[in-house]
């Protein structure tokens, strides 16, 4: 199993926002991106991505979670923040991929 710290102030994140058509009360993006600035974190880049439903197992499809995986190590991002709710298993998964501490909007 993978443990990573918790973010410190200053640590370079990528965003992660994805669409979804049934969901049009979808968290503001504007306010994500607010939140993450006044948490001292330093976004260097956003991810928007389209999907019909959440992947069970990654939140995100295969393309999607390459590209995140492919940014992460050209940018050398400390962390992956999604604007959305993730299961811990989806976290899991996803920080088993990206070899990056991986947090969801309320983590």
């Known amino acids: 199993m993978f443990e990573f710290e918790r973010p410190r102030g200053g640590e370079r994140a990528l965003?992660?926002?994805?669409?979804?058509?049934?969901?049009?009360?979808?968290?503001?993006?504007?306010?994500?991106?607010?939140?993450?600035?006044?948490?001292?974190?330093?976004?260097?880049?956003?991810?928007?991505?389209?999907?019909?439903?959440?992947?069970?197992?990654?939140?995100?499809?295969?393309?999607?979670?390459?590209?995140?995986?492919?940014r992460v190590a050209i940018l050398e991002v400390d962390v992956v923040l999604f604007n959305h709710a993730l299961t811990p298993s989806q976290e899991r998964n996803l920080e088993q991929t990206l070899q990056c501490r991986v947090l969801d909007r309320t983590g």
């Open 15 to 70: 965003l992660v926002h994805i669409n979804f058509p049934h969901q049009p009360d979808q968290d503001d993006l504007a306010e994500f991106i607010e939140l993450v600035r006044s948490a001292d974190v330093v976004d260097v880049e956003l991810v928007i991505g389209s999907r019909a439903q959440p992947s069970a197992k990654t939140f995100i499809g295969k393309g999607k979670l390459e590209e995140i995986a492919a």
